[in-house]
């Protein structure tokens, strides 16, 4: 018996919806359905809240739980902010597949199990390529088909272990899972594609940037925090985790520092906050599982405002370098005060709501002895605020006069963008209300006079950094290759090869072998063939007279 | 930076000095700071005073001079793809 309406259907229902109605009932619906699958999602209650059978399973299709209402209402929010932001700009449809896709992302943050988790999973990767496609132009198709091929392998990957692991322990449950067999591998592998850990990395900084001004604020937000969500729920302490997190925070620190394209600045950025998130689940303690998912919520937040800003910006010029853009403060303070904020929370600047969820990962580290990971946190942390914290907005909004003068954003990407920096501010000077709202109680207290102080040397000495090496840091108009050269360059070249190698062994099949064979067939039909001397059909007669030929022959030899 | 036309205070050398020396002000005031407000080092060196500064400044210049090295190999025309 349904007692409550799952969150996650109420925004399939508006995702179809908003591709029946027009107008200004079509704003409202793609406005309040987020509202409302909110208000559902503070409806469900703790442990399984629903069973139901599917094949031969029984599944929990919504298990409540503060961990998953957590992300459960990030999402929700988001899918509400990004509405708003784009409602009147976007196109219908990338409207509805948004709303589809956060949907995916909510049916996964309340999966009580496997089947429904990957279901709800492989609804995200198909509305999320719908998003990357939105974007238009050649471009964004061609980074949507790289985008689809990789989920979709990684859905297989997932795939393969969840039915491993159904057939050999009959339990399809989500909870925590020992790394100790093919199956279980298999369901981290495919988590981290998703997760965007390198190598397989390529796929964000690709496909993100390539979506619309719209899309690309919705895309920062489901897919790689779902996979951290599923991250602490199946492998919470995986030892592992810790160096591929830190190994993103770098990847995704250095390959910033290198790109010239405003929103691929961002994407990476991506990377390297989901990181940092990785590292935590990796330390497996309840603070550490406390500051991966409130960083997973702070970060949803601004990055999307990061992503919004440069939406705006994008939206309004139409033009996406560094190296065409700068010096827009003049003409467009809204969005540059709230990119600027976005940028400050995300360098996790005291007041932020960055640093009052990074602490908490920074503080597991100190709690478990971890001296080499916490200061490579800490140098990551300075590295953060040099390729995105000032980075962004520098070259996006001062570095030199472009001579462009846009209007500001249009009032609904105000209107976005303010909720979210207010957003951003209110998580930083409220932090209590806020980890209130996490799986574990905190103890911890961000903000003590020593702390703050060390936040602010290592954030300001970066910045003197950056500034110092300003001509280095100078953009040109080129591109850095990625892991994404493998299948975008080196598969090509290597299969174009594999083709002249083919036509080779083909063009020599046909001088060398052919005329023999064709040779050696005419020779045999001249006497094999219809009319060759041993082929052709004899008449009557001459047949009887060999026949009688044998006949006396052999009556001969047996006389003898 | 230095734009050709000063359309707009924040543009205009002077303030632009201005932050320049506010800037090192405030750096000043962060590590002076220490003298009365003890940063608890967890491990040790980030006992040292100043720690902070060093470590931020030094780690900034270390990931700039990595990202630049791998710039040499890495870094291609924007049009690599597009052929």
New interface residues.
Partial sequence: MIELLPPALLLVASALLTGVLRGTLRDAVVLLAPLATLWLIWQVPDGVVLTAYFLDYSIQPIEGGPLRRLFASIFAFMAFAGALFGFRQAKWYELSAAQAYAAGAIGVSFAGDLITMFLFWELMAIFSTVVVWCGGDARARAAGIRYAAMHLLGGVILKVGIEGLMVNTGSIEIRALALDSFETWMILLGILVNVAAPPISAWLPDAYPASSPTGSVFLSAFTTKTAVLALILLFPGADILIPIGLAMIFYGIIFALLENDVRRILAYSIVNQVGFMVCAVGIGTETALNGAAAHAFAHIIYKALLFMSAGAVIYRTGKHLCTDLGGLYRTMPVTAVCGIIGALAISSFPLTSGFTTKALISQSAVEQGMTVVYLLLAAASAGVFLHAGIKFPWFVFFQKDSGLRPEDAPWNMKAAMVLMAGACLLLGIFPGQFYALLPYAVTYEPYTAGKVLFYLQLLLFSGLAFFLMLPWMQRTLTITLDVDWLWRRALPVLWRLGQRLADAVRAGYHAAIVPRVTNLTRRLTAHLGPNGILGRSWQIGTTAMWVALLLISYVAIYAL | ?S???H??W??RPSTIRGLWIA?AI??AF??A??LF????G??G??DWP????????G???A??L???A??VL?????D??HD
């Fill in positions: 930076m734009a050709p036309n359309d707009h924040l543009s800037f405030v750096l962060t590590v700071a220490e407000i003890d940063i608890k967890y491990f060196v980030d100043g720690f902070g500064a060093i470590y931020g400044f780690a900034c210049v990931m700039v990595v990202a630049k791998l710039g890495l870094k291609r025309r924007d690599y793809y």
